[in-house]
């Protein structure tokens, strides 16, 4: 076979596996702590037969990629080392806290004690450097296999679409986890245990700090309280899973999941515009949260929800505050950075803030984003008696955007989809993987454009998240957790063909087949069902809260 590798050919022998072929580079460690590589586009094993030409390159955890294969290498240890000391425990891997799992027992208490064997025990399975060998089984094989297991029944989800079901041995230890996983213990260079409320965090570094472990894991108290109320409805619905979820799906119980997932929002938007109300001197809501998280239809709920309660709401966009384009900032590739707060005009947005509260009339801008300035068609807003300003975007939640308003004057809301469902007890479903996929959708059904061009765009987004929105969380003064549990069932139907047309020839290929093996674990649901006003038709169409 002939394999491309830093521009370099290289004649390797069919059936070489990755390691062996590019033993030489991978011991001279010319790319640190290589952990996987992307062959054709494909993320594999360094233990994958090499059977056709192709270009290679190695992957580490300074790679999305890497980091990932990395975190579910560390929770394979961390399974295997409770599976040998504390073999009864019901383990669940529930969601991540910045660089940090959080992870429950649902039978025992969590010690100090038994954190700190488990680390400890942790470490002696790295310093062997076990090997870690994935092996296949058909489903039935699995199917009867995981029968045996009692006490974590339903965890794998028997009706993908796959033919053989894969699970990763470890000497006498064995697990199924979705996705690419180290060949060796020995990969975990950097991580720690440590208790935390009533579970414990599996901590890991950070993709721009790979070498260094946070000692303290930042961890909004909100954003917790949000994801313990969701992971305790759904328990509640005994829909904690996915094998849970398409049994629902599959016994004709769609109508119920839809009407309990609309009452439980139209629950808490009630909740957020009575808490409004009794503030009494709040003057202006501002909406911040990360792409497609539904502050669109967020956003109209809630004005219809401060209606009903005597409120009228009056809407101004941020984007027709945008400073003129001569004097907006550039980021360090010498392109306008439209993201960050200095792109907007301050002092003008501020200083018509502070005049619509006061009583003034105002004449608002609009920009023209043709020519990069703002002009003035004579629209002019003044606030009645009974009415409060609603504002969305990125920076709402950062009280620079609103200096000279005094904080009492504001409630600030963030949202987000912040999915609690997993694949099983061991597999968590990323709440950025949700966004990402009602995000394709979107840009496909409204924005004419394609599954590849949205994840080329995503770390883009994703890195403007992490500065403008993420670390004001705490500042809100409430949380709204969008989620749905059955919104991929329904995305599925739409996301699928658009990342399946997606050829092995581009860098988004190995992206595109992670979502959609993903995709694969949920039984279809039709839209059919899904009311007019559902935050979910914000994604695919039928809104009317559409402009």
């Not at 990342?499 to 860098?507: A, F, G």
Request: glycine share 4%; proline share 3%; charged share 30%.
């Amino acid at each position: 076979m002939r394999i491309t590798y830093d521009n370099k050919d290289f004649n390797i022998e069919s059936g070489m596996t990755i390691k062996e072929a590019f033993k030489e580079q991978i011991n001279n460690n010319e790319i640190k702590d290589i952990i996987a590589a992307r062959l054709n586009n494909t993320i594999e094993s360094l233990n994958l037969p090499i059977l056709k030409d192709g270009e290679i390159e190695f992957i580490n955890r300074t790679d999305k990629d890497g980091r990932i294969i990395y975190i579910r290498g560390l929770l394979f240890l961390m399974c295997k080392a409770f599976s040998e000391i504390y073999p009864e425990a019901l383990l669940t891997v529930n969601y991540q806290l910045s660089n940090a799992m959080f992870n429950t027992i649902d039978n025992m208490e969590v010690t100090e004690e038994m954190v700190e064997n488990v680390k400890r025990k942790m470490y002696e399975i790295i310093e062997k450097d076990l090997p870690i060998t994935k092996v296949m089984m058909t489903q039935e094989e699995a199917e009867e296999f995981y029968k045996k297991e009692e006490t974590i029944n339903g965890r794998l989800q028997t009706n993908i679409d796959k033919e053989k079901v894969s699970l990763y041995y470890c000497e006498d230890y064995y697990n199924y986890f979705y996705g690419t996983m180290p060949i060796s213990t020995g990969f975990a260079k950097l991580f720690d245990l440590v208790k935390y409320r009533n579970g414990f965090l599996v901590k890991y570094p950070s993709i721009s700090e790979p070498d260094i472990l946070q000692e303290n894991v930042s961890t909004s108290l909100k954003f917790v309280s949000a994801m313990d109320e969701y992971d305790e409805i759904n328990k509640l619905m005994k829909i904690n899973t996915v094998y849970r979820l398409n049994k629902k799906i599959k016994e004709n119980g769609t109508k119920e999941l839809i009407l309990f997932s609309e009452a439980l929002h139209e629950k808490k938007i009630a909740e957020i515009a009575k808490k409004i109300k009794e503030r009494g001197n709040v003057r202006m809501v501002l909406i911040a949260g990360p792409s497609s998280s539904g502050k669109t239809t967020f956003a109209g709920k809630l004005g219809m929800s401060l209606r009903v309660n005597g409120i009228k709401p009056v809407t101004i966009s941020v984007d027709n505050y945008f400073v003129e384009r001569v004097d907006n900032p550039k980021d360090e590739h010498g392109n306008y950075d439209f993201e960050c707060i200095e792109a907007l005009d301050l002092n003008l947005f501020n200083s018509q803030l502070v005049d619509l509260l006061n009583g003034k009339e105002v004449n608002l801008p609009t920009f023209d984003f043709t020519t990069g300035k703002k002009v003035y068609k004579g629209n002019t807003l003044k606030l009645k008696d009974d009415e409060i300003l609603v504002i969305e975007g990125i920076h709402c939640l950062n009280d620079k955007l609103t200096s000279l308003i005094p904080k009492e004057n504001k409630f600030k809301v963030y949202i987000s989809d912040l999915t609690v469902l997993n694949i099983d007890y061991y597999n968590r479903i990323s709440t950025t993987d949700t966004r990402l996929i009602r995000r394709i959708v979107r840009d496909y059904k409204f924005r004419a454009y394609s599954a590849e061009h949205t994840l080329k765009t995503w770390y883009s987004v994703n890195r403007g998240e992490q500065k403008n929105i993420f670390p004001y969380q705490e500042e809100a003064d409430c949380m709204f957790n969008s989620s749905i549990v059955y919104e991929l069932a329904v995305l599925k139907k739409y996301a699928m063909p658009l990342l399946e047309e997606i050829p092995q020839t581009s860098r988004e290929y190995s992206e595109a087949r992670r979502l959609i093996t993903l995709l694969k674990y949920f039984e279809n649901m039709e839209p059919d069902l899904i009311p007019n006003n559902s935050l979910l038709r914000e994604f695919i169409g039928g809104s009317i809260f559409e402009d």
